[in-house]
């Protein structure tokens, strides 16, 4: 894959769903390109290209030649002050004559008035036709000499047709709604752009850094991992980094939807965007822009768009078989009443438009209001399949627990003391990350026990870790790791009481055993109350633990379970359920259950702010540590895909009703414009309750 590199270039002039059809088209047709994303919402293209065939100025040229422009920071587009000037008066000019003659005609038809556009002579009205619609027929124009088919297409060809049975009135409102809808699109998905827009404005442009013994401000990208930046009290922090001096109250809202802010002080980790109250800080930079843990949240947003909902593939599907059926269903109208003005009105009532906006416009806001609250979703696919899932798996440790558990026995056994298997476990978990581990190192620690440093330290996920210390072979973990562990007295006791055993040998001897207790998460059981109240009948715990540990906690919440899992165990009960049709979603700490969250239709994972890991393999990604954000995901999908279905039932209606009025001549040319614009803007209202969600 030496030859592939990844291009993120912006796309401006983008108003419509179709808009980015056609410049996907126009770049995945250059030789080279290997894939093209593109995202309205972002208004970007992402583009996996072979460098050695395509470059830049190529796919600006292709881009270009689409219709639409690739801005470069270098070059930015030329200013046109004359332009500026023009185009609001024009838009008043035309708004003003649209309404007025929308009037008239409408009076005309419901013979309130005398026909009075039929006194103007028809090359007067061809012209006005012609100056009010110019740059839509051009468009028009340019994409059938390209072979598209646009939804401007078939109303361009309703106005002609009004114009040739000598309505040039009529024409030129179709014209003007022409513009509407353009408008009224514009104005959805700008809409959209802007939740995300807002999100990135919530990153600070500028830091303060601290360069030869002086404090300097300069713009964020330069600031260097490493360096130390100040943060003053009501400012909001520019980098991710540890804080090295001070101590402050830090609203983390912005990543994890908390409004409870949080103390920080030396040692702790701060977040981009998130806001110093109360304390300055000197922070060590560890991340900045796109790495941060911000600048990941915002681009998983902007690329959302992605991972597209199976109902939106359908959707599009329909769209490009929408047009051809109208242009039949207009043709069978002329042929079998040989009525123009009814044949006319079908051309122009048809909105294809709003079924490729139905989805993507509820699926955007949903996912906006989720990043607001701490909850990262990664796309409308997501959402589609939280809605009807059927099966939730859980991990234990780290997840269903609070992953600190505590030390609880030593229990030494083949002639070394307590204090003896404590140091010697500390030193074997040295280097691990697991929770287990932090416990042994915490209970070393508070014995004042120096922490010995092992050599060859290994890790074997779901069982313990092995190293060599001073000439002896240590092993820590459960029975797999160390099969000498057999089912002694104290043995039994401990696990009665649902606690965690870890078991140590030395040189393949049984040597001690320690035990550690975990607290269950306070919120869970409501959590998983809640999950149930949604519909999802079979919930299961998934863990590496032994069976007592699992089976005491499973029958506390009311759950099934399986123990002594290994971690490629818990990806084949994902494939299990999936393989019986179930909808999987399986909620884990995203470090070690990485595969079995990314196996899973939807991957929760827990607390991920800070971790790459999770936030890179979940589908979902919960920014602070609580379930009750799993019902919340849970219920917001719901109610996302409701609003999909409205939408699509809204538009379908709509449009069979239209097309049966019009192609019967109950519902005039001049109406039928007017009511191809309504569509959009029932989508967006319908679409904008997601925003506000509880
Ligand atoms: P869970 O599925 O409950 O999150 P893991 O898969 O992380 O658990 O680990 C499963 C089991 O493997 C633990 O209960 C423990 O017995 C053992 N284990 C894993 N890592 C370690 C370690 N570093 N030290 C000791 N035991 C470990
Ligand atoms: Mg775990």
Same mark, same amino acid.
């Given at each position: ?501 870890? *078991?140590? &040998?030395?040189? @393949?001897?049984?040597?001690?055993? =320690? %035990? +550690?207790?975990? /607290? #269950?998460? !306070?919120?869970?059981? $409501? ?122 039932? *809204?538009? &379908?209606?709509? @449009?069979?009703?239209?097309?049966? =009025? %019009? +192609?019967?001549? /109950? #519902?005039? !040319?001049?109406?039928? $414009? ?21």
């Amino acid at each position: 894959m030496a030859n592939t590199q990844t291009l993120e270039i912006p796309i401006a002039g983008m108003d419509c769903a179709e808009c980015t059809q056609h410049v996907r088209q126009a770049i995945a047709s250059l030789p080279g390109v290997k894939e093209v994303n593109v995202f309205l919402t972002s208004e970007k293209a992402v583009v996996r290209l072979d460098p050695t065939l395509v470059d830049l100025p190529l796919i600006h040229k292709a881009v270009a030649s689409a219709g639409y422009s690739a801005p470069t920071p270098a070059a930015p587009p030329p200013a046109r002050p004359l332009a500026n000037l023009t185009r609001p008066v024009l838009t008043l000019f035309g708004l003003v004559f649209g309404v007025v003659l929308f009037i008239v005609v409408v009076g005309e038809w419901l013979g309130l008035f005398e026909a009075i556009t039929e006194q103007v002579p028809w090359p007067l009205g061809w012209i006005i036709v012609g100056a009010a619609g110019y740059s839509i027929f051009r468009n028009v124009i340019r994409a059938a000499l390209k072979g598209q088919i646009t939804s401007h297409t078939l109303m361009s060809v309703g106005a002609v047709a009004a114009l040739v049975v000598g309505e040039w009135a009529t024409a030129v409102v179709v014209v003007f709604f022409m513009r509407v809808g353009d408008y009224a699109e514009h104005f959805t998905t700008e809409r959209a752009r802007r939740a995300v827009k807002n999100l990135t404005a919530m990153a600070p442009q500028t830091a303060r850094v601290e360069r030869d013994d002086a404090e300097q401000e300069v713009p964020v990208e330069e600031v260097r991992v490493g360096e130390t930046i100040i943060v003053r009290p009501g400012e909001r922090i520019p980098v991710d980094g540890e804080v090295i001096a001070g101590q402050a109250t830090v609203d983390q809202a912005t990543i994890t939807g908390e409004a409870m802010p949080v103390e920080v002080g030396p040692g702790s980790h701060v977040f981009a965007a998130t806001m110093a109250k109360l304390g300055s800080l000197r922070v060590r930079t560890t991340r900045i822009g796109a790495d941060t843990t911000f600048g990941r949240v915002v681009k998983m947003v902007e690329e959302a768009e992605a991972h597209r909902a199976e109902v939106q593939r359908i959707a599009d599907k329909f769209s490009a078989y929408y047009l051809p059926i109208v242009a039949g269903i207009a043709a069978l109208t002329f042929l079998l009443s040989g009525n123009a003005l009814a044949t006319t009105a079908v051309l122009v009532v048809a909105c294809s438009c709003s079924f490729a906006l139905a989805t993507p416009i509820a699926m955007l806001a949903s996912i906006g209001a989720g990043a607001k609250r701490g909850l990262l979703i990664k796309g409308g696919k997501y959402l589609e399949l939280l809605a009807r899932a059927d099966v939730l798996l859980l991990d234990k440790t780290g997840t269903l627990t609070l992953g600190q558990p505590q030390i609880t026995d030593v229990i030494p056994l083949n002639g070394l003391s307590a204090t003896d298997i404590l140091a010697l476990a500390a030193a074997a978990e040295h280097y691990s990350e697991h929770p287990l581990a932090e416990a042994v190192r915490t209970a070393a620690r508070a014995q004042n026990l120096a922490l010995a440093e092992p050599s060859h330290f290994e890790a074997i996920p779901g069982m313990g870790v092995r190293v060599k210390l001073d000439g002896h072979l240590i092993t820590v973990g459960n029975r797999r790791m160390i099969p000498a562990a057999k089912s002694l007295p104290v043995v039994a006791e401990l696990e009665a009481q649902g606690k965690t055993l870890l *078991f140590l &040998a030395r040189d @393949n001897e049984l040597a001690g055993v =320690l %035990a +550690a207790a975990d /607290i #269950l998460r !306070p919120e869970v059981p $409501a959590a998983l109350a809640a999950v149930r109240g949604l519909g999802v009948r079979q919930i299961e715990l998934l863990t590496g633990d032994n069976e007592r540990v699992a089976g005491t906690l499973a029958e506390k919440l009311g759950v099934a379970y399986r123990a002594k899992l290994l971690p490629e165990d818990k990806i084949a009960v994902v494939k299990d359920y999936q393989a019986k049709g179930h909808t999987v979603v399986m909620v884990g700490d995203g470090v070690n259950d990485a595969p079995a969250l990314a196996q899973a239709d939807v991957g929760i994972a827990m607390g991920a702010a800070g971790t790459d890991i999770a936030i890179e393999a979940a589908h979902v990604a919960l920014m602070r540590e609580d379930w009750t954000l799993v019902p919340e995901v849970l219920r917001i999908a719901r109610r996302t895909m409701g609003v999909v279905k409205m939408n699509i039932a *809204f538009t &379908a209606v709509y @449009n069979v009703v239209g097309l049966t =009025l %019009a +192609a019967f001549g /109950i #519902l005039p !040319p001049i109406l039928a $414009a007017a009511a191809q614009s309504l569509p959009d803007l029932g989508i967006l209202a319908n679409s904008s309750r997601l925003l506000r969600q509880r």
